[in-house]
Structure formats: structure tokens, C-alpha cells
């Protein structure tokens, strides 16, 4: 087998077109017709930015691609393939202007087999170059899966790896691994592979199977001699005496390598597995190899600053660190079959995986959304099940969600669900099916998760181990799926969010449709509160703490470790950004991230609260509490040289293990210093920021400055100011970033860095923007009823110095402090 990966060059155009010969005739008649073509790069996304653009809604439609593929089949008579690793959301592919083949579906991998159209291609263009041209296309469709009304973007393009595969003509399409602890003594493996074999020769084949175990060493071998044959069959089992067993602490990854022969000539594959098993115990807890192991979870969506889906290897990579680091041993894949990076990340860092098909809200379809479901499942199933991180094969989430159907049957759900299940078991019995939300189908699958959002869509965060106690009794397998809230990066509270007593309770925290809009409905937090990193680090602190505290739970899942795009929450604070992550869109940390390491994370840490707070306020003298997340046994903190004191670290004690203190901070600038210590290790983390005790009026007026500037890059903040240009630390007001003249902003990123449009947080905003030698930058910031401002950039080549804004008024402030210039 030979495989190249194509990354370069592509073009790109999006649009809708005639048919494919609209690709080439800009070609063979020159660039008449105004298609606007680009070079591109694999893999890409044609959302990449409009996806979080504050103005419009994110183009749903057809977008297409070109290349020429060039090289020569190695192997008389092979067959020459393009597999894709995923593409959004319906695939065409064709060989000049014959269709090759097509694929239904955004997120599982699939192949397209050329060898058929190569002659037609020569014979119609000579020559040994191959044009080919794609589709993809990701318009509104409501008997397609996933929904519309499902919580994120359904994004179009070419957003995974492509590559161009030269096999024989009978290679391996897939192989198998299949293995089960038998004891602590042992475990059986047997290996099953499927044939590639299009013309169905019926020549003898040979496999050799190959295992190594985790450090290499071969450990078990055999020869087979066959027929080529139809369908997947078993052709070696052994056992393992004394196996390295597969765990979040201890990764052992064996390798499984088949070696192919046949007249045609010869290929190989190498599967990677694990030995481990596990179980849900009926209303208890969950049991990995054996012992008891809390699920400690987060969830993570295909989706990031800049590039929408197209996440490169190293985006992927720097992401499922992220989230071993924080502590996690398990993530959900939602809502859709992810990448094979991910998976295979997952393996070898020790994550325990529930990855779940696209049916995602809006009811169910005809037999074609149906099928498309079957054939969704069953690729998953076959594409990872190798994988030993994977434990649970989700079926839907959120199905009692109607919208796409004039009809909503929940008999016809539940049928389709109950088929769904018996197809997971008939397609892999060695693993457990699960969804989330869906009261009429609990009872149809091994593990469900109702609904329990405790101090943000319903109820308050204090009930939450009430509820999970009734949840865990009420489900014979039960693991909470989802649980969290939203907090913008860098927005701070003096004091916490006190309206929790309007808040009803005694009612049930289960979220309800609507409950995620800015508007209406019951009183709850997510639509009353203040959004603070603050309030969700409080939120996060006192789940965990119930978490850890129950003996018979299985585990929980907060929603989700990363920001991301979603075309249903234009109203947000940041537009089209469901703000619920741990790290920001473009992997930013924010303040909830060390609390969870501070009760998940092995590795020693210790993380002042309040670094995205570059300026606290207060009365002069008043005694403001700090907070320290550490895991380690003792923390001293240090104001401005002096200790205030060492505090133990009590795991149940709330907030922050015990680990807070209350002291007077100078006006201006102070500095806090944390020094933890555990197991005779000092470990130190340091803060500076500012003490305004100036008080302010109702903001009038906000003023710009710049920061630092980079290869051309201008950090530029906003600031809002009363009348007596006083900062107003609690401003919240939207404001909108404009720009004329050359340059641009560095915008539609779903960053608090990166967006042109946001509410402030705490009277403050930023965005970055890019100058152009070829001329000067004017940027402007405005908000409804206040006074807005601008300045003028110019780029490092051609730099003078700036004369203060016209619009600025007289009494403002001069200048932003150093500590308030270029953080947020």
C-alpha cells in the first residue's frame, strides 16, 4: 500500500456551480466567467470564519475543490483510491466531469475508488495528470443527520486529511483486533480482516499476523493460507499469558501487523489495541480492569479559533494534552464520530471515550434519514472499534428535542432507538450503547444521563448532589453526561452572584427547551447572571466536591473543555459562541481550568484565582478574600513581600480546599504570590495587578489604547470611563470594533481577543489588529449610548507618533495604566 497525504495544491471555490465542468473550462478558456478561485491547503473549511460572524448567519451550501493528482499505480492491475477522513456534510467527487462516487455524512471516513474512470480521463485529456474535482456541501437538509436546531455549526469543506491510496487488486480493506481479559493471567486476541477485492478474484492469499507488545517485542505470530474471500473473517486468535493491561494510568498499546499476499502483490496494516475490560455496575459505580475508577470527564467538539473543523494535527494534539493535563481520564466526543488523530490521542494518553452518531435533536425522518443513521453508526463502530479508549457507542442526545418534523412520535423514537441499540451489539457485543436525554428511551439503552444543569439552567448549585443521588437511584446505569455553565474569559466578580435566592428551587435542575435563551422563561442563572469566571469557578469547585464525595457514582461530564461556534446563540455576550469551556476557542485557559486540576490533576499545581482580572476594586482598606487552587498539601500567600499566613489544604472543605484568605490590598499596583508545597517540592505562582478604590458614576464615554507592537500586529483595548474619567470596572455594554484605510482586524475568531463585537467585562475589551505598510489604520470603537473613540495606526515601517484622538474627551484619563494596557 502506498498512501500520500494531500495537502497542497488545491483550489477552492464557494458557490454554487453548474456542474464540474464549470471546474475546468476556467482552465481551458481562461479565467472569462468570474469564479473566484483561491489556493488552498488540506484540510480546510469553508466556515472557517464566517461561522462567528456577529452580522450574518454562516453560509450553508455547496463549496468546491480541485487538484490534480500525478504519480503512477505501482501495482499492475491496483486500484487507486481517495480516502477521506471526514468531509462536511455531502461529498461528490469526480474525475474531471465523471462522477466518481459520493458519501452522505460529515464526519466519518469513507473511500472513493477511481481505478473505473482513470482510462476515461486519459483518453479524454491525454496526459498523465488526473483532475479531479469535489463537492462538498453542507446545506440545510432536515432528512439528513445531524439537525439544524442541534447546538453547533454544520460545517462544510474538506475539513479532515485526504489522501491518495495505490493498492493491489486484492489489498486489506480492514482489520480487526478483538481482545478479552479472560483474568489477571490472561487474555485471548483474535484478528479478523476484510478484503478489498472489487473484481472479486478468487486467487490463494497468505497473511503473516504479527503482535508486539507495548515495548516492541514480538510476542505471538502466525501463517495463514486462504482463498481470497467475501466479507470479514477470523483468521489467527492466541492468547496472552500475563497481559500489560490498557488503563488511563498506564496506556499499553500492543500492535497487530497483517502482512498480505497474493499474485496482485503484497500490503500490510498495522492495528494498534488494548486488554482491558470493564463494567457499570447497576446503581453504583464504574469498574475499569477490575478496581473502581470515577469518570472524571469533559467533552470536546471538532471546532476552533480560525479554522472552524479544519484543526490541524497539531491543534488536535496541543487539545487532548490540554485535557490530560486538567486531570480528565474520560472525554465525550460530541456529537458525531471524530477524528482517527483524536482517537488514537485518546489511546495513548490514557482517555476513556463515548463517541456518539449525529443524531442530534429535531425528531426522526424517513427511511433515508434513517439509513443514513445505520450507516453512520455502523462506520463508527467499524472505524474505531479497535480503540481501547472507546467504552460507550452513543445513539442520540437530546431526542425528546422536536423541530425538524410536523409530526413528533415518541413511539416511532423510541422503535427507531431500540433498532439502533441491537445494531451496536450485533456490530461490536463487547462494548455498551448510551445516550443523553431522552426520558421515553432511558430503559432501551445500558447507560443513560438525564438532564441535570444545577445552578445554571435550573435549580442552584447547592442541589446538585440531591439530584444526582435521586438520578443515580432512578437509573440502573447512570452517568451525568453534561453539567457546567458559561463564564466569558476574563470577567470578573468582587462579589459573587447573589441572586440565587430568586432562583426556584426544590423543582429539578433539568434544562428545558428554551432555557438557553438570553430571554424569558423561569428565573434562572444563565439568564440572570452576572457570566463571571468568578461564579463558574464556584460552580465547578462545589460539583467536583459532590463528585468525589459519593462512593457510588460512576462518574461525570462537564460540558465542554473548549468554546466553540453555534449558530443558535447569536445573542451571547460573545455572538455565536457557546461559552461553557474550560479554555477559550483558541485554547486559551481560563480561571475553571485549574480548578479542575486542582481536584483531577496528579502533577503538582498551584494557580492564584483572578489572573484574567487585571484590576480589582474596592473601598481603601477593605478586607478582600483570595483565592488559591492547589493540590498540593500546603500553600503560603505573600502580599507585597509579606505572608499572610499558611494555610493546609482540606479536600472538603469549600471553597478552594480551605486555601483562601482575606487581607487589605494598597491602591495601585500589588503583587500576591502563592507558594505551595507537597511531598517536598515548592512550587511558586505570582500575580500583579492593580487596586482602583476610586469610585465610578454611569459610564459616558470609552477610550482606546495600544499595546505592544509584532511583525506589524497592534494590540488595541478599550476602556469605558465615566464623566470624571473614572473607569467603570463593571461595564458590560456591547461595543463594536470598525476599521477603515488599510490593515484589518483580526476578527470572527470566537475569542474575547478576536471578536469585533462583545459585551466588555469589567469596562474592558481587546482585539488585535493587523497595519499594512501601504498606508495608515484607522480604527473606531462604539456602543449604544456612549461616547465612542478612534485612532489612528500606522505599520512598524513607516511609524510616527500618535497624536492624541479628536473624540477623546478633555477629562478623560490620559493614558491606560501599564497594568491595564494589552490584558484581558
Known sequence: MHTQRLTDGWTHYRGTLGGPWEVWRERVYGNHFNVPWHAVTLPHCFNASDGVDPDTTYYQGPGWYATELTGANPYPGGRTLLHFEGAGQRTDVYVYTRLAGSHLGGYDEFTIDLTDHLEYCRAALGGTGVPIAIQCDNSRDLETIPSDTADFCLYGGLYRDVNLVHVPAISLQHVHVASELTDSQSATVQVSVRLYNPNQFSDAVSFDVILRDPSGQVVRQAEVQAEAFAGEQAIASFMLDEPSVWSPDRPALYECTVQLASPHG?????????????????????????????????????????????????????????????????????????????????????????????????????????????????????????????????????????????????????????????????????????????????????????????????????????????????????????????????????????????IPTGQGADERDGDYKLTGGPPRVSLLGDWSESYICELVDWHLGVQESMPSLTGAVQWTFKDFATPVRPDNPLPYINTKGVVERDLTPKEAYYVFQSHW????????????????????????????????????????????????????????????????????????????????????????????????????????????????????????????????????????????????????LGTVRGSRRLQLSNGRAEIEVETDPQGPTIICVTSEGLQGDSCELRHPANARPQRQPASTPQHAVSQASSSDRGIL
Not at 483524536?342 to 463515548?354: A, K, R
Not at 440531591?466 to 437511584?473: D, G, H, I, K
Open 266 to 502: 503484497r500490503t500490510e496494516c498495522t492495528e494498534r489495541f488494548g486488554v482491558r475490560q470493564f463494567s457499570f455496575e447497576p446503581n453504583g459505580p464504574f469498574y475499569l480492569n477490575g478496581e473502581r475508577l470515577l469518570l472524571r470527564g469533559t467533552h470536546r467538539h471538532e471546532d476552533h479559533a480560525g479554522v472552524g473543523a479544519a484543526m490541524t494535527e497539531a491543534m488536535t494534539r496541543r487539545e487532548m494534552q490540554l485535557i490530560k493535563d486538567m486531570g480528565a481520564n474520560f472525554v465525550r466526543l460530541g456529537h458525531y464520530q471524530q477524528s482517527r488523530i483524536v482517537l488514537d490521542l485518546c489511546d495513548e494518553l490514557g482517555l476513556l471515550v463515548y463517541e456518539e452518531i449525529p443524531w442530534c435533536r429535531g425528531g426522526v425522518g424517513g427511511q433515508a434519514y434513517r439509513q443514513q443513521c445505520r450507516d453512520m453508526l455502523t462506520a463508527m463502530i467499524e472505524q474505531h472499534k479497535n480503540h481501547p479508549s472507546v467504552i460507550i457507542w452513543g445513539l442520540g442526545n437530546e431526542n425528546d428535542w422536536p423541530a425538524d418534523f410536523e409530526s413528533f412520535d415518541e413511539q416511532q423514537i423510541r422503535a427507531f432507538m431500540i433498532e439502533l441499540h441491537e445494531l451496536a451489539h450485533q456490530l461490536d457485543p463487547s462494548r455498551v450503547t448510551g445516550i443523553r436525554r431522552c426520558e421515553f428511551c432511558k430503559d432501551v439503552v445500558d447507560v443513560y444521563s438525564p438532564s441535570i444543569w444545577a445552578g445554571w439552567y435550573r435549580g442552584t448549585y447547592p442541589e446538585y448532589k440531591q439530584y444526582l443521588n435521586e438520578a443515580v437511584q432512578q437509573t440502573p446505569r447512570f452517568l451525568h453526561l453534561e453539567w457546567g455553565g458559561d463564564s466569558i474569559a476574563g470577567r470578573h466578580a468582587e462579589e459573587l452572584y447573589s441572586g440565587l435566592d430568586v
Open 601 to 748: 490533576a496528579t502533577s503538582p499545581m498551584v494557580h492564584i484565582h483572578s489572573h484574567h482580572a487585571p484590576v480589582r476594586w474596592g473601598e481603601p482598606g477593605e478586607l478582600k478574600t483570595v483565592r488559591v487552587y492547589s493540590n498540593c498539601d500546603s500553600v503560603e500567600l505573600f502580599l507585597n513581600g509579606e505572608s499572610q499566613g499558611l494555610r493546609q489544604r482540606d479536600p472538603q472543605a469549600f471553597p478552594a480546599a480551605g486555601l483562601q484568605w482575606k487581607m487589605a490590598f494598597e491602591a495601585g499596583v500589588n503583587r500576591l504570590e502563592a507558594v505551595a508545597y507537597a511531598d517536598g517540592e515548592r512550587l511558586v505562582d505570582q500575580l500583579d495587578f492593580e487596586y482602583q478604590t476610586q469610585r465610578w458614576q454611569s459610564p459616558t464615554h470609552l477610550r482606546l489604547s495600544t499595546g505592544p507592537r509584532e511583525d506589524g500586529r497592534v494590540f488595541v483595548s478599550v476602556r469605558a470611563y465615566d464623566a470624571s474619567g473614572v473607569r467603570c470596572l463593571d461595564a458590560h455594554h456591547v461595543v463594536q470594533f470598525t476599521l477603515a484605510g488599510h490593515g484589518r482586524l483580526l476578527d470572527n
